[in-house]
T-cell receptor, first 111, second 114 residues
């Protein structure tokens, strides 16, 4: 089975712009979660989607949003980018027993 | 509140010697526990998982971990370190009431010297 894929792998944006990141889960997985990884804050949970519904949300401002499509692919959007949004954004899809499998991540740099 | 504490931010071992990475958790609910590894500029790879079955869990690449409820610990061990084990390791907890939100420890960076 193919693993979790994320596109693009690298992005450079400027402050005030918006960005959309994409994640395709492992085939058959219906749950997709997003995480932000920074040197200062470590790994933090953003949100989780299951069957096109947001089931859980972390403590991030409303500029961070997401959605999931009927084929389980998910997108994450960040509007009005700030310098502090520079991070590695990881997507994970979940098996029935709770284990989450991560994609390679999208590295976002905000200038 | 649920939390995970990795007791060492850095661990350094010689190749061929045992590895011990320590993790303590706090959870009001029945936890599921995981160890993940992250090599430089890579995503996270699942090493092993505890989901209330056997308390001694074997994972990939010779790693194993033991769930000790009385000590609220889930330490990761490997009998003999290999150079390729050098990476950052994350202890992770989730709980039945938290849907699928993973709570990560701060990470332990493992260095392996020849």
């Amino acid at each position: 089975k193919a693993g979790v894929t994320q596109t693009p792998r690298y992005l450079i944006k400027t402050r005030g712009q918006q960005v959309t990141l994409s994640c395709s889960p492992i085939s058959g997985h219906r749950s997709v979660s997003w995480y932000q990884q920074t040197p200062g804050q470590g790994l933090q949970f953003l949100f989780e989607y299951f069957s096109e519904t947001q089931r859980n949300k972390g403590n991030f401002p409303g500029r961070f949003s997401g959605r999931q499509f009927s084929n389980s692919r998910s997108e994450m959007n960040v509007s009005t980018l700030e310098l502090g949004d520079s991070a590695l954004y990881l997507c994970a899809s979940r098996t029935i027993d709770g284990a989450q499998y991560f994609g390679p991540g999208t590295r976002l740099l905000v200038l | 509140a649920q939390s995970v504490t990795q007791l060492d931010s850095h661990v350094s071992v010689s190749e061929g010697t045992p590895v011990l990475l320590r993790c303590n958790y706090s959870s009001s609910y029945s936890p599921s526990l995981f160890w993940y590894v992250q090599h430089p500029n890579k995503g996270l790879q699942l090493l092993l998982k505890y989901t209330s079955a056997a308390t001694l869990v074997k994972g990939i690449n010779g790693f194993e971990a033991e769930f000790k409820k009385s000590e609220t610990s889930f330490h990761l061990t490997k009998p003999s370190a290999h150079m390729s084990d050098a990476a950052e390791y994350f202890c992770v907890v989730t709980f039945s009431g938290g849907y699928n939100k993973l709570i990560f420890g701060a990470g332990t960076r493992l260095a392996v010297h020849p």
